[in-house]
T-cell receptor
Framework: DSGVTQTPKHLITATGQRVTLRCSPR?????VYWYQQSLDQGLQFLIQ???????AKGNILERFSAQQFPDLHSELNLSSLELGDSALYFC????????????FGPGTRLLVL | AQSVTQLDSQVPVFEEAPVELRCNYS??????LFWYVQYPNQGLQLLLK??????LVKGINGFEAEFNKSQTSFHLRKPSVHISDTAEYFC???????????FGKGTSLLVTP
């Protein structure tokens, strides 16, 4: 158990819908990262937050957005969902004193039908 | 930007045999290197990391890896594998200036009796 929690574990929805994935980092960690794992694209970095502020963006679609709240939990919002958005979404966190080392949550498996 | 190539998509090996999973990276700047393991239907677990110093790093579960700057490689090794080592292994790289991970496509290690 890494100490990073993600909810829900599984999500089934329809095309065109909007969903919110939630992540709680390890206690004390200020950085949160979101990754997408799919069969065709592999593991891809989406976005990073540090203490509430966006720090880096990767291959994140405009239909996707994220935020980090004052209690440091983070949410990833996916809208206008397409079949190709079906994937495993991971959240990771890292400590202020060792920001290079990320610890991953168990992931949210999203299925868009 | 950095990139990672995992040279083998699948590695079958017999129990108690040694194994090496190969990883090469490309980067114009200094990097941090990581190996993560993903067991079926689970998240990513950190096996080991190279940040600086000794080029031979030891991780959990008896794994070790050697950083070779001239060969731009970071191969993962274990002298004797167990059935329980069957999993997907990912090599990842990040730069000193940004901590988002770039992952390889993964190597599936299958250990059979």
């Amino acid at each position: 158990d890494s100490g990073v929690t993600q909810t829900p574990k599984h999500l089934i929805t329809a095309t065109g819908q909007r969903v919110t994935l939630r992540c709680s980092p390890r206690s004390g960690d200020l950085s949160v990262y979101w990754y997408q794992q799919s069969l065709d694209q592999g593991l891809q970095f989406l976005i990073q937050y540090y203490n509430g502020e966006e720090r880096a963006k990767g291959n994140i679609l405009e239909r996707f957005s994220a935020q980090q709240f004052p209690d440091l939990h983070s949410e990833l919002n996916l809208s206008s969902l397409e079949l190709g958005d079906s994937a495993l979404y991971f959240c990771a966190s890292s400590a202020r004193t060792s920001r290079e080392t990320q610890y991953f949550g168990p992931g949210t498996r999203l299925l868009v039908l | 930007a950095q990139s990672v190539t995992q040279l083998d998509s699948q590695v079958p090996v017999f129990e108690e045999a040694p194994v090496e999973l190969r990883c090469n990276y490309s980067s114009s700047v200094s990097v941090y290197l990581f190996w993560y393991v993903q067991y079926p239907n689970q998240g990513l677990q950190l096996l080991l990391k190279y940040l600086s110093g000794s080029t031979l790093v030891k991780g959990i579960n008896g794994f070790e890896a050697e950083f070779n700057k001239s060969q731009t490689s970071f191969h993962l090794r274990k002298p004797s594998v167990h059935i329980s080592d069957t999993a997907e292994y990912f090599c990842a790289v990040s730069s000193f200036s940004g901590y988002a991970l770039n992952f390889g496509k993964g190597t599936s290690l299958l250990v059979t009796p």
